[in-house]
């Protein structure tokens, strides 16, 4: 069974930073592709970001593309989503997901301030 658990969100000022991360364990080697979603009030869950574990490839939403930086850390089982020069339109629940399993943690609030 596949365990996503995010962490590192918060309040931040327009044109701040946050890190979060994202801690996986019970993955198998099968699972590759991890992706960063986020959630706002009354909006449809959207893809940010993703990154695989093999190669580190990552592809982003055009919303976040140059300002965010997924990445990986396989020694730590664990992916991260750097978000640089953020806005208040940035604000919303974030999760991560397994792609081969379709898990998804269970989220951490961004909200940014204008």
């Known amino acids: 069974q596949v365990r996503l658990v995010e962490s590192g969100g918060g309040l931040a000022q327009t044109g701040g930073s946050l890190r979060l991360s994202c801690a996986a364990s019970?993955?198998?080697?099968?699972?590759?592709?991890m992706g960063w979603y986020r959630q706002a009030p009354g909006k449809e869950r959207e893809f940010v970001a993703s990154v695989t574990w093999r190669s580190g490839s990552t592809q982003y939403a055009d919303s976040v593309n140059g300002r965010f930086t997924a990445s990986r850390d396989n020694a730590k089982s664990t992916v991260y989503l750097q978000m640089n020069a953020l806005k208040p339109e940035d604000t919303a629940m974030y999760y991560c997901?397994?792609?081969?399993?379709?898990?998804w943690g269970q989220g951490t609030q961004v909200t940014v301030s204008s």
């Open positions: 019970g993955r198998t080697f099968s699972s590759n592709l």
């Open positions: 997901r397994d792609a081969l399993g379709d898990y």
